[in-house]
């Protein structure tokens, strides 16, 4: 009888091990992350006044942004503050201001807790120069302050999609009277940690 036991022993180490083997390749797939990049692009929309009485002109804009990002293996937390001199105003509303560009890219993996929280603050700037010019300065609505003038819309979700840099969740600011679009594009990149 005791010739069995030990018989199987060596039946039941091989099991073990094979249990353990999976258990650590479950293990390694569950250790799959996320880092994100920040795209963003800035449009005009069809009746905004830059495109009815600018076409062509010469201008500038600069945005800021509060972007907050935080995991246990990376933090972040402040404002960005992008800025473009050289734009032209194109000749029709289907193209855009400012191309889309990088605004912010993690360089660490981390676990997946959601999208970073990014919102649009201010956008100011100017098109054309001498009586023709058009300023913009447009902010967002504060409690117990006057609306301002050319309100800025932050936050409103648009459709998720895929480009050539893959999948992503987009959400747009947009200013009342001068009728501007700031996109925003969060890429959700899967990596291992």
């Given at each position: 009888?005791?010739?069995?036991?030990?018989?199987?022993?060596?039946?039941?180490?091989?099991?073990?091990?094979?249990?353990?083997?999976?258990?650590?390749?479950?293990?390694?797939?569950?250790?799959?992350?996320?880092?994100?990049?920040?795209?963003?692009?800035?449009?005009?929309?069809?009746?905004?006044?830059?495109?009815?009485?600018?076409?062509?002109?010469?201008?500038?804009?600069?945005?800021?942004?509060?972007?907050?990002?935080?995991?246990?293996?990376?933090?972040?937390?402040?404002?960005?503050?992008?800025?473009?001199?050289?734009?032209?105003?194109?000749?029709?509303?289907?193209?855009?201001?400012?191309?889309?560009?990088?605004?912010?890219?993690?360089?660490?993996?981390?676990?997946?807790?959601?999208?970073?929280?990014?919102?649009?603050?201010?956008?100011?700037?100017?098109?054309?120069?001498?009586?023709?010019?058009?300023?913009?300065?447009?902010?967002?609505?504060?409690?117990?302050?006057?609306?301002?003038?050319?309100?800025?819309?932050?936050?409103?979700?648009?459709?998720?999609?895929?480009?050539?840099?893959?999948?992503?969740?987009?959400?747009?600011?947009?200013?009342?009277?001068?009728?501007?679009n700031v996109d925003v594009k969060i890429y959700p990149i899967d990596c291992f940690l």
């Amino acid at each position: 009888m005791r010739f069995r036991t030990f018989g199987r022993l060596p039946a039941l180490v091989l099991i073990a091990l094979g249990l353990a083997s999976a258990g650590t390749a479950l293990g390694a797939a569950a250790e799959l992350g996320v880092r994100h990049r920040i795209d963003v692009m800035v449009s005009a929309e069809p009746d905004a006044p830059i495109l009815s009485r600018l076409k062509g002109a010469k201008g500038e804009l600069s945005f800021t942004v509060r972007l907050s990002a935080n995991s246990k293996e990376s933090k972040f937390f402040g404002m960005l503050r992008p800025s473009f001199p050289d734009i032209v105003v194109p000749d029709g509303a289907g193209q855009p201001l400012v191309q889309q560009t990088k605004l912010w890219e993690e360089e660490v993996c981390h676990q997946r807790r959601g999208l970073p929280k990014v919102t649009v603050t201010q956008l100011a700037g100017h098109f054309a120069e001498g009586e023709g010019r058009i300023e913009i300065s447009a902010i967002n609505r504060h409690i117990g302050v006057l609306v301002p003038p050319d309100e800025l819309t932050p936050g409103i979700k648009l459709d998720p999609g895929s480009d050539s840099f893959g999948l992503f969740y987009a959400f747009r600011a947009q200013t009342r009277n001068s009728r501007l679009n700031v996109d925003v594009k969060i890429y959700p990149i899967d990596c291992f940690l």
